[in-house]
Nanobody, 128 residues
Framework: HVQLVESGGGSVQAGGSLRLPCTTS????????MAWFRQTPGQARERVAG????????YYDDSVKGRFTISQDNTRTTLNLVMNSLKPEDSAMYYC??????????????????????WGQGTQVTVS
């Protein structure tokens, strides 16, 4: 069983920064591929960043490249998303997700909500 709990959301002015931690627990081996998604009302969830936890390879959507950084802490129990230079269009509910992937390439290719097995409850980010 895998559990994911996000925190760190809030309201920030354009140009500001936020860090979203996702605390993880459960079978580590079953969640070797993790990601941050975001969703706005009426839209599908979109992956903004992904991490192959085994090899450390990272994946970013073009809309956040150079501004967002995904990482895991040394204990590999917390997945972080550091968001800099925030824009109003970054406003969304942000979700942490996990799945077991066959390889780093498989992890990188998992772009859709349906590709992930476990989800957190989400944390709201509002940029004005």
């Amino acid at each position: 069983h895998v559990q994911l709990v996000e925190s760190g959301g809030g309201s920030v002015q354009a140009g500001g920064s936020l860090r979203l931690p996702c605390t993880t627990s459960g079978d580590t081996a079953r969640r070797n591929c993790m990601a941050w998604f975001r969703q706005t009302p009426g839209q599908a969830r979109e992956r903004v960043a992904g991490l192959d936890r085994t090899g450390g390879r990272k994946y970013y959507d073009d809309s956040v490249k150079g501004r967002f950084t995904i990482s895991q802490d040394n204990t590999r129990t917390t997945l972080n998303l550091v968001m800099n230079s925030l824009k109003p269009e970054d406003s969304a509910m942000y979700y942490c997700a996990a799945v077991w992937a066959y390889s780093a390439a498989d992890c990188g290719a998992r772009l859709s909500e349906s590709h992930y097995s476990w989800w957190g409850q989400g944390t709201q980010v509002t940029v004005s």
